[in-house]
């Protein structure tokens, strides 16, 4: 399949497949599989397609369905958390390198309401996990020091 969105081409034919995630038995009404890809110039998107009772159903009629297709773009960090909830450690590490055991700490912090408010905008907005968002700000903070 292949879709322009956003002035980005999403091709599957030329794209790098990261990795799929199926469910159910291919052919049946409801069989669904997604799949990540990364283009050349960077750009991640998901490739979904499933049966007539699959989220990619598409109406053709009054009460008649068929199944379908989507492509969506998504964002590095999204794609990262997609792979880690959905791939095999390998294919996940084939594309986002080799990650170490035990090399982040839990620590409790306790916020303001009205900084978990805007911690939540942020993760509606990019997809990003409270934590990674947090990270992310921390970073940042330490290299104005």
């Known amino acids: 399949m292949k879709k322009i969105i956003d002035g980005k081409r999403c091709d599957t034919s030329t794209a790098?497949?990261?990795?799929?995630?199926?469910?159910?038995?291919?052919?049946?009404?409801e069989y669904e599989c997604r799949t990540l890809y990364r283009t050349k110039s960077g750009v991640y998107f998901i490739h979904g397609e499933?049966?007539?009772?699959?989220?990619?159903?598409?109406?053709?009629?009054?009460?008649?369905?068929?199944?379908g297709e989507k492509i969506e773009i998504v964002s590095?960090?999204?794609?990262?958390?997609?792979?880690?909830?959905?791939?095999?450690?390998?294919?996940?590490?084939?594309?986002?390198?080799?990650?170490?055991e035990f090399d982040t700490v839990a620590i409790t912090v306790y916020l303001p309401a009205d900084i978990v408010s805007k911690l939540d905008e942020i993760k509606a907005k990019t997809g990003m996990a409270r934590t990674a968002i947090v990270e992310k700000l921390v970073r940042n903070g330490l290299k104005n020091q």
């Open 76 to 100: 590095a960090e999204y794609a990262k958390k997609w792979a880690e909830e959905n791939l095999s450690a390998e294919e996940y590490e084939a594309e986002f390198g080799e990650t170490r």
């Open 50 to 67: 499933g049966g007539a009772m699959s989220a990619f159903a598409v109406q053709k009629g009054a009460n008649e369905w068929s199944g």
């Open 16 to 29: 790098k497949e990261i990795g799929c995630k199926s469910y159910g038995q291919y052919g049946s009404f």
